[in-house]
């Protein structure tokens, strides 16, 4: 029975491969369809999490708007996710960075990995 499950969650995968880490600052392109309409909406932000794997792999995206903390949960192999840019890569020492939930202005700022 596993078998079967994975082979079919095997052609739902996505041919993008991303190469992106948890601190890192990253453009996500979103599709968006409103009526018979699409666009592509941009949310950037620094990635908290990735989580899951296979077919159900996520990862999360916070970013500061206004004052206010925006998180955004995208899943790795969807169709609606048109493509993810890494703007700045980022050095933790963290899987999840929930830490930065609670910080506010730079303090909530990762630091740059220039290697």
Not at 29 to 51: T, Y
Not at 62 to 70: A, C, L, Y
Not at 87 to 110: D, P, Q
Request: proline letters at 2%; a positive charge; zero cysteines.
């Amino acid at each position: 029975m596993n078998t079967i499950i994975n082979e079919i969650e095997k052609e739902q995968l996505s041919k993008n491969q991303y190469d992106f880490n948890v601190g890192d600052s990253v453009k996500v392109h979103n599709r968006i369809k409103e009526g018979d309409k699409e666009r592509i909406q941009i949310f950037e932000g620094v990635v908290l999490k990735i989580q899951g794997g296979g077919n159900r792999k996520t990862f999360t995206v916070r970013k500061n708007s206004n004052g206010i903390g925006v998180e955004k949960t995208f899943p790795f192999h969807s169709p609606l996710v048109a493509k993810v840019q890494v703007t700045r890569k980022g050095k933790v020492r963290r899987a999840k960075l929930n830490f930065l939930r609670e910080r506010v202005g730079k303090a909530s700022k990762v630091k740059e990995d220039l290697s």
